[in-house]
């Protein structure tokens, strides 16, 4: 199976769940915190008008997809990578040893909404979590040192994020070297969507993406055919 997708001009990690978790045993023993993150349709759309974004998705350790629609329009047909990205595997895979070896998390949001919503689906599906703090960009009045430093004295294993993409992004861009932890998982607002929408509102807006991503792709097909023609 191929381990690397092409799509949009973009390289993303085409991994099982099982090969995945292989780079997070590794990830442990780094010096510095090593960046996952779920790569959504959505994403994938705002990164063809945010080369900034674009950057920070092509520099991550390890590009967990958790859209379906991406596996179908990079042309993967293996059921297996369908149905572990339907069902959200790595998550689930990730959390379950995360508990079981006794990892500490920090979480971390946009708003307290996000972080409060982010913390009772954890305490009620991994009641053994050690969470050792929160934090809510909202809360902050000035620069970040004081949520760097904040996460810094929990000294987490794992920081989650549901920070909305862009800004996810450019949070961890600016604040990667200061944090001391070991991994950083962005679930992005995917986490959000899922747990705080409608199944019909999420399915409206999905099918906009699909659009919106199908235009993008033909007319990434079509200029990359005109350049190999020259």
């Given at each position: 199976?191929?381990?690397?997708?092409?799509?949009?001009?973009?390289?993303?990690?085409?991994?099982t769940?099982?090969?995945?978790?292989l780079?997070?045993?590794?990830?442990?023993?780094?010096t510095?915190?090593?960046?996952?993150?779920?790569?959504?349709?959505?994403?994938?759309?705002?990164?063809?008008?945010?080369e900034?974004?674009?950057?920070?998705?092509?520099?991550l350790?390890?590009?967990?997809?958790?859209?379906?629609?991406?596996?179908?329009?990079?042309?993967?047909?293996?059921?297996?990578?369908?149905r572990e990205?339907?069902?959200?595997?790595?998550?689930?895979?990730?959390?379950?040893?995360?508990?079981?070896?006794r990892?500490?998390?920090?979480l971390l949001?946009?708003?307290?909404?996000?972080?409060?919503?982010?913390?009772?689906?954890?305490?009620?599906?991994?009641?053994?979590?050690?969470i050792?703090?929160?934090?809510s960009?909202?809360?902050?009045?000035?620069?970040?040192?004081?949520?760097?430093?904040e996460?810094?004295?929990?000294a987490?294993?794992?920081?989650?994020?549901v920070?909305?993409?862009p800004?996810q992004?450019y949070?961890?861009?600016?604040?990667k070297?200061?944090?001391?932890?070991?991994?950083?998982?962005?679930?992005?607002?995917?986490y959000?969507e899922?747990?705080?929408?409608?199944?019909v509102a999420?399915?409206?807006?999905?099918?906009?993406?699909?659009?919106?991503?199908?235009?993008?792709?033909?007319?990434?097909?079509?200029?990359?055919?005109?350049?190999k023609?020259?």
């Amino acid at each position: 199976m191929i381990k690397k997708l092409e799509i949009l001009g973009m390289s993303l990690d085409n991994y099982t769940v099982r090969e995945a978790m292989l780079q997070i045993e590794v990830f442990w023993n780094n010096t510095m915190i090593s960046a996952v993150e779920n790569i959504s349709m959505e994403t994938l759309v705002k990164t063809q008008t945010d080369e900034l974004l674009k950057t920070c998705i092509e520099n991550l350790d390890l590009a967990i997809i958790c859209d379906k629609e991406i596996l179908k329009a990079a042309g993967v047909k293996s059921a297996q990578r369908v149905r572990e990205t339907v069902e959200n595997s790595f998550f689930k895979e990730f959390m379950k040893r995360i508990v079981r070896n006794r990892r500490t998390v920090y979480l971390l949001g946009d708003t307290s909404e996000q972080t409060g919503l982010l913390q009772s689906f954890l305490s009620e599906t991994y009641g053994q979590l050690k969470i050792t703090g929160t934090y809510s960009l909202s809360d902050c009045t000035g620069d970040y040192d004081t949520i760097i430093n904040e996460i810094n004295i929990a000294a987490p294993d794992v920081i989650l994020s549901v920070i909305p993409t862009p800004k996810q992004e450019y949070f961890l861009k600016e604040q990667k070297e200061k944090l001391n932890a070991k991994i950083w998982y962005g679930l992005g607002d995917h986490y959000v969507e899922r747990r705080g929408v409608s199944e019909v509102a999420g399915f409206a807006r999905r099918l906009i993406q699909k659009g919106i991503m199908h235009g993008m792709l033909l007319r990434y097909n079509k200029k990359d055919n005109e350049d190999k023609d020259e």
